[in-house]
Nanobody, 131 residues
Framework: QVTVVESGGGSVQSGGSLRLSCVAS????????????MPWFRQAPGKGREGVAA???????SYADSVKGRFTISQENANNTVYLQMDSLKPEDTAMYYC?????????????????????WGQGTQVTVSS
C-alpha cells in the first residue's frame, strides 16, 4: 500500500507565505525502480477539487491560473517528496490542500492536474488565509 502524507498547513494573514510538504512511501510493487508524479490539489468549502500545481519534466510544470506567479512546486525525487511554496497568499486560497501520487519515472511526469490520473491521495492539510 502506498501512503501519501501532507504537512505544513496552517493559518496566515493575507500576503503571507506557507510551504507545504508531501511524502509518498517507497513504491515496491514493481521490479522497476519508480518514483512518483505528485501534484497538488485543493478543495474549498462548497467547491470542487482544483488542480493547483504539478511537476512536469523538461520544464512542463503546470499551475492553475489563479496561483501562477505566487505558488512554486518542486520535487525531491530521491526522497519521494514534493513541496508547494505559497507566497502572497490571499483569502481565496483558503482550502484543504491534497497531494496525489502516481508511480512513474520523472521523464513521464507531464504536468497533469487531472484527478483521474492519480490513484493515491493523502488526507490533506488545511490552509486558512485571513484578510
Amino acid at each position: 500500500q502506498v501512503t501519501v502524507v501532507e504537512s505544513g498547513g496552517g493559518s496566515v494573514q493575507s500576503g503571507g507565505s506557507l510551504r507545504l510538504s508531501c511524502v509518498a512511501s517507497k513504491y515496491t510493487y514493481s521490479v522497476f525502480s519508480a518514483g512518483y508524479c505528485m501534484p497538488w490539489f485543493r478543495q474549498a468549502p462548497g467547491k470542487g477539487r482544483e488542480g493547483v500545481a504539478a511537476i512536469g519534466s523538461a520544464g512542463r510544470n503546470s499551475y492553475a491560473d489563479s496561483v501562477k506567479g505566487r505558488f512554486t512546486i518542486s520535487q525531491e525525487n530521491a526522497n519521494n517528496t514534493v513541496y508547494l511554496q505559497m507566497d502572497s497568499l490571499k483569502p481565496e486560497d483558503t482550502a484543504m490542500y491534497y497531494c496525489a501520487a502516481r508511480p512513474d519515472t520523472y521523464d513521464y511526469c507531464s504536468g497533469s492536474r487531472r484527478e483521474v490520473d492519480f490513484g493515491f491521495w493523502g488526507q490533506g492539510t488545511q490552509v486558512t488565509v485571513s484578510s
